[in-house]
């Protein structure tokens, strides 16, 4: 039985129980992964799952459902383990949609991606790495040298009309390179997401790799200020990752967010634009639907410092007297509509980084964060996290800091950006979405340097 025959029964089964509405979700996903240890295969896996959800409304309550079985038996399963889950549930009942909306005719697949084998990704892996000891004699091994491909299809149906199916791949690479020098140590992490695996170049990837870690050694300690700071993009993404939380409907509903109230306010600097981009070619989570079936579109939440908009589904949309904005989100088929971005980004400025860096007479660049699970408070703003970074003194670089501590607040920070840069990098961190920014010059931060 494939997924469409499994559908039509379901259908059917369910109206003749008395199910009013109903939906079906199909998901399949497909990865491979390899990570390497000086030319020898370290880790390597392989993988195809798949499962469907439904949804469906009994006596005016929703029942929820899901398998990884698509045969006869499994109809008659999902139906009645949603009745008694529509009869024990208390909460309001999600609609479902009718679809009545036009879609964007897109395809995010890459056929030529796919048609890559096994063996020429393990070669490029280890060419890379291969690149990257002989590229400096202060390389003393890599803590991962890795590669992955993914492919994700969906498909969502329901008895009022709606037929929909998208799918997406990409694939990256990623490297963290130990260096050392005397009896100092570093390590740099180097990611990159394409769709085009023949634009890779080992040496070009085993440099960027490389000099991310080398531009540490021989640190210095510098004096305890509030200093002018450029987030570059590899910082700068991953917090915007974090507290993107705050721009989600369902966190300004449920008070978790100090946006609330705030529509149609100046809530960042002038020069700040936040947009939402379903289309995003490259995009991990780009699509033409949501996990709801709402069509997506290019959404503006922040336009030049004023917020214009939070992240809807179909029920914080409801609750709102709005339409939603197409981002109803679940991260597996087993799971609850939540509220998410899709390619959430910083709009580039026209400057780039050198240009930035050179008005500055004195400040530090912080090229990483970490610690933002812990370090990060997503509903009052405040941060103090762990960062990596260099001196600046009249516009030129000086040198590597020792590590260092950044504190401030996120929504302070927002308002104290001077300048964007032209550089857009996103972020490896993909719970919240695919997330990304520019470098950014910051009027100023408090940095404490070990």
């Not at 199916?165 to 390590?187: G, L, P, W």
């Amino acid at each position: 039985m494939n997924v469409i025959e499994f559908r039509d029964q379901l259908f059917v089964e369910g109206k003749k129980l008395g199910f009013t509405d109903l939906e079906l979700y199909y998901e399949k996903h497909s990865s491979f992964g390899c990570s390497i240890f000086k030319g020898e295969i370290d880790d390597y896996d392989s993988s195809n799952t798949f499962g469907l959800a439904v949804r469906g409304l009994f006596n005016g309550k929703m029942g929820y459902a899901y398998t990884e079985k698509i045969d006869k038996e499994s109809v008659s399963f999902l139906l009645e383990h949603m009745k008694e889950n529509a009869i024990l549930l208390e909460d309001d009942p999600e609609e479902l949609f009718s679809g009545d909306a036009p879609y964007e005719e897109k395809d995010f697949y890459s056929p030529s991606l796919s048609g890559i084998s096994t063996k020429e990704k393990i070669s490029f892996l280890k060419a890379v790495e291969k690149e990257i000891y002989e590229f400096d004699p202060r390389v003393v091994q890599t803590n991962y040298a890795m590669i992955q491909d993914q492919l994700m299809e969906k498909a969502l149906y329901n008895n009022k009309g709606l037929a929909l199916e998208d799918r997406n791949n990409f694939f990256y690479v990623a490297f963290s390179v130990v260096v050392k020098e005397n009896d100092e140590v570093k390590t740099g992490m180097h990611f990159k997401l394409t769709k085009d695996f023949y634009s890779l170049d080992p040496a070009k990837v085993a440099k960027a790799a490389v000099e991310k870690s080398l531009r540490y050694l021989n640190g210095k300690s510098y004096p305890n200020k509030t200093y002018p700071v450029i987030l570059q993009g590899d910082a700068a993404a991953p917090l915007f990752a974090t507290f993107s939380p705050s721009f989600s409907a369902k966190s300004v509903q449920d008070n978790q967010s100090r946006l609330k109230g705030k529509l149609d306010s100046l809530i960042a600097s002038e020069v700040l634009t936040l947009i939402d981009n379903p289309f995003l070619e490259d995009g991990t989570r780009s699509g033409t639907f949501d996990s709801e079936g709402v069509p997506t579109r290019e959404l503006t939440l922040v336009q030049n410092g004023i917020l214009r908009s939070y992240f809807h589904n179909l029920k914080t949309a409801k609750k709102d007297g709005v339409a939603s904005t197409g981002h109803g989100y679940k991260s597996s088929y087993k799971d609850s509509i939540g509220v998410s971005p899709s390619n959430f980004y910083v709009v580039p400025g026209e400057e780039s980084f050198d240009e930035l860096m050179s008005t500055m007479k004195e400040g530090i660049i912080i090229t990483s964060l970490s610690g933002l699970h812990s370090g990060a408070n997503q509903i009052s703003g405040d941060f103090s996290l762990a960062a990596n970074g260099l001196y600046v003194k009249d516009g030129k670089i000086v040198g590597p800091t020792n590590q260092m501590t950044i504190a401030g607040n996120f929504f302070e920070l927002l308002m104290d950006i001077e300048k964007v840069g032209n550089d857009l990098e996103f972020s490896p961190m993909d719970y919240y979405g695919y997330i990304g920014s520019p470098s950014l010059k910051i009027k100023g931060l408090a940095v404490t340097v070990d």
